[in-house]
């Protein structure tokens, strides 16, 4: 058993203090834009790995977030990049428990610090640049000056935040399509171009941010 594994209310309270920043909607309206970061840069970098050309990636005050990609207007290539944002912030939880598990807490750190200066190439507006570089600044000085056992716990406190950040934002888009805000989400326009309802491409975004989080507690907890 790793050392991770072993202080397991540790472990426990990460995934408390997740919640709390997640479940809590006056904490949700700042912490929010964390999982904005990894949604959008989930687009970038399936945009890029579809052949697809990368304009640029904004983000807004209110959370919200765009990116622009050059390329064909229908077909896979497009699908696929409109598919990349709403997982992205559950694969990256799942792929970062998977590290602090096995006592690369350190690791997953870079790798997100790494993750969040690539996003900022891209970034096309002042505030999505001030965002990922406070961002930034935080996991970076985690990784710096922090001994081993502050990494492990903000590294899985992070994993936990974006799991648990990305099936509340599912759930968020899930109410606004019942509520009939339709029209700009990636769901709608998902819908456009395939013919499937965007309930149903909603249903899938829910249940893969549903499995990452059953996944991720298996790994960090079992």
Do not use: K
């Amino acid at each position: 058993m790793t050392a991770v594994l072993a202080d397991r209310p540790a472990v426990l309270l990460a995934m408390a203090l997740a919640l709390l920043a997640v479940g809590w909607s006056a904490v949700w309206r700042w912490t929010r834009t964390v999982v904005t970061i990894t949604h959008e840069s989930g687009h970038a970098l399936v945009a890029v790995l579809a052949g697809r050309g990368l304009t640029g990636i904004r983000l807004h005050a209110d959370t919200s977030g765009l990116t622009v990609s050059t390329g064909a207007r229908r077909g896979p290539g497009l699908v696929f990049t409109l598919l990349g944002g709403y997982p992205a912030p559950s694969l990256l939880g799942v792929g970062g428990a998977a590290l602090v598990a096995a006592d690369r807490a350190a690791l997953m750190l870079w790798i997100a610090l790494g993750l969040l200066a690539t996003t900022l190439i891209h970034i096309r507006n002042l505030y999505g640049v001030l965002v990922v570089l406070a961002t930034g600044a935080l996991v970076g000085a985690v990784s710096w000056w922090g001994e081993p056992r502050l990494q492990d716990g903000f590294a899985a406190a992070l994993c936990w935040f974006l799991l648990f950040g990305g099936l509340r934002a599912v759930r968020e888009l899930q109410r606004g399509l019942r509520r009939g805000h339709r029209g700009t989400s990636d769901a709608d326009a998902l819908a456009r171009l395939t013919g499937v309802p965007g309930g149903m491409w909603t249903g899938l975004f829910g249940l893969a941010a549903s499995g990452a989080v059953i996944i991720a507690a298996l790994i960090l907890l079992l």
